[in-house]
């Protein structure tokens, strides 16, 4: 279903994402906030063992 709504496995996106995210702002990383229904707990997980911290927008209920 991921790859369905994004184009890309969750790893190919977590790799690109967090590639973009240290070229545009030069620094470390602390918090990453997302809102996508397709990013699922491997994607997360991704960024917490590079030591970010995920808050996620969850506006399903």
Known sequence: ?????????WDLDAGQTLKAMTEKFNHDVDWLIV?????????????LSKGI???VIDDLS
């Not at 279903?1 to 496995?9: E, L, R």
């Not at 809102?35 to 960024?47: I, P, T």
């Open 1 to 9: 279903m991921y790859s369905s709504w994004v184009g890309a496995s």
């Open 53 to 55: 911290k995920v808050g």
């Open 35 to 47: 809102d996508h229904y397709g990013l699922d707990a491997y994607w997360e997980e991704y960024f």
